[in-house]
């Protein structure tokens, strides 16, 4: 893939934070992928009165039944379906960490005294 244009600033950004997964991870890694579109989220808003006021939506764990499906319709054989199925569950709950901070940051961003 060739890189963007110069003057494309937020592009080039992207694009040197590009990670690309071991050979070896490249299954799980698409499994994640194509499963994350079934992720749940849970609503909460925060703030009363005339002050700020913050949605945010907390992403839920990927379903096991999910990820087994996806597995399935590949025809993954046993080995292969429980090492995809631990590795997404991995990326996941890191993913979720990772999510989690960002708002709780956004969270005392809105809600810091000035």
């Known amino acids: 893939m060739l890189p ?3 003057q494309d600033w937020e592009a ?3 694009w040197l934070r590009k990670v690309d997964p071991e ?3 490249m299954l799980p890694w698409r499994c994640w992928h194509g499963v994350a579109g079934t992720r749940l989220h849970r609503q909460e808003v925060f703030g009363a009165g005339m002050g700020a006021i913050r949605g945010a939506s907390y ?3 990927l379903a096991d039944a999910e990820i087994l499906r996806w597995c399935q319709m590949r025809r993954l054989n046993e080995a292969e379906t429980d090492f995809t199925f631990q590795l997404v569950k991995s990326m996941d709950q890191f993913f979720l960490q990772i999510r989690n901070q960002q708002i709780k940051q956004d969270l005392e961003y809105t809600f810091r005294k000035k």
Request: hydrophobic share 25%; with cysteine.
């Open 4 to 6: 963007p244009p110069a």
């Open 59 to 61: 992403p839920q764990p």
């Open 12 to 14: 080039c950004d992207a």
């Open 23 to 25: 050979p070896a991870n």
